[in-house]
């Protein structure tokens, strides 16, 4: 154990998940004086992922998944439960080492064209992360920039566009490429293609699961739809009602799923496959 800032930490052992939480309970505010208090958003969900592993959190809308996402960072308030990051106290850390340990995780939304800057150029928009963190040479921000976009499938005359420029592929490229430029240990992609037309998503499919290979990432990868997940997915958490109604390997949940809801999302009803 260290102490940083006056703050216990304890180091990762190898064998531990990257990012491990148990029975995470999130619950939004009563909306009146005299209201009932609201089912909890997140209800007790656990659930590791592996260094360099991939794991799918599906679900509808209204499953949790968002609350959860909110959760691990640390946007809304945790009523109980734990997140361990990197073997620390992840909820526990105070917020002037909370802003440096953040650049652990890199996070991909839904639509590139509301996360993006219009008024940047895509070199200011991959150089903003890196300012943020440490006052960086030009020349250096414009190389490093260069270098991500360009392992993220686009060429290094880009930087000099802006988001409305670009097609919806290559704005999320773009996007990925953002929340990768400070090395990001935890990648968490929250619908990172429903908003693409069905070539583009497996084109961004294939380039993620490159980019998993190249820097050794872990992946949270949050959908809605099954079918599309289990293609990039080493272990699937199902959720639904702030709940895990059925986790495990991909090929354990796709090919025989246990859980009615489970066989819904994969088009199967409500009979086995």
């Known amino acids: 154990m260290e102490t940083i800032a006056g703050h216990a930490t304890w180091s990762r052992t190898m064998d531990e998940p990257l990012l491990q939480i148990r029975d995470l309970v999130v619950r939004y505010?009563?909306?009146?004086?005299?209201?009932?208090?609201?089912?909890?958003?997140?209800?007790?969900?656990?659930?590791?992922?592996?260094?360099?592993?991939?794991?799918?959190?599906?679900?509808?809308?209204?499953?949790?998944?968002?609350?959860?996402?909110?959760?691990?960072?640390?946007?809304?308030?945790?009523?109980?439960?734990?997140?361990?990051?990197?073997?620390?106290?992840?909820?526990?850390?105070?917020?002037?080492?909370?802003?440096?340990?953040?650049?652990a995780i890199g996070v991909v939304a839904q639509n590139p064209f509301l996360?993006?800057?219009?008024?940047?150029?895509?070199?200011?928009?991959?150089?903003?992360?890196?300012?943020?963190?440490?006052?960086?040479?030009?020349?250096?921000?414009?190389?490093?920039?260069a270098e991500m976009l360009e392992r993220c499938g686009l060429p290094a005359t880009f930087l000099t566009r802006r988001a409305r420029e670009l097609s919806g592929g290559q704005a999320q490229r773009v996007a990925i490429a953002r929340a990768l430029v400070l090395h990001p240990k935890l990648l968490i992609l929250d619908e990172p293609t429903s908003a693409l037309d069905i070539s583009v998503q497996a084109q961004i499919?294939?380039?993620?699961?490159?980019?998993?290979?190249?820097?050794?990432?872990?992946?949270?990868f949050v959908t809605h739809n099954l079918k599309v997940v289990r293609h990039v997915s080493d272990t699937l958490v199902v959720m639904r009602?702030?709940?895990?109604?059925?986790?495990?390997?991909?090929?354990?949940?796709?090919?025989?799923?246990?859980?009615?809801?489970?066989?819904?999302?994969?088009?199967?009803?409500?009979?086995?496959?």
Do not use: C
């Not at 940047?120 to 006052?135: F, S, V």
């Open 29 to 103: 505010r009563r909306m009146g004086l005299f209201a009932a208090p609201p089912s909890p958003a997140v209800n007790a969900i656990s659930l590791d992922l592996p260094t360099g592993s991939t794991l799918g959190l599906v679900g509808e809308s209204g499953s949790g998944k968002s609350s959860l996402l909110r959760a691990i960072l640390r946007l809304v308030p945790v009523e109980s439960g734990t997140i361990r990051l990197e073997g620390e106290d992840w909820l526990a850390l105070p917020e002037q080492v909370l802003r440096e340990r953040r650049r």
């Open 115 to 145: 996360s993006l800057s219009p008024r940047l150029t895509i070199a200011e928009i991959l150089g903003e992360p890196m300012t943020a963190q440490a006052d960086v040479p030009l020349k250096e921000l414009r190389d490093r920039a």
């Open 205 to 220: 499919l294939n380039l993620l699961a490159d980019l998993k290979q190249e820097f050794g990432l872990s992946m949270l």
């Open 241 to 273: 009602f702030g709940r895990v109604v059925e986790a495990g390997s991909t090929e354990q949940v796709t090919l025989a799923p246990a859980d009615d809801y489970t066989r819904q999302l994969m088009g199967y009803g409500g009979h086995r496959p």
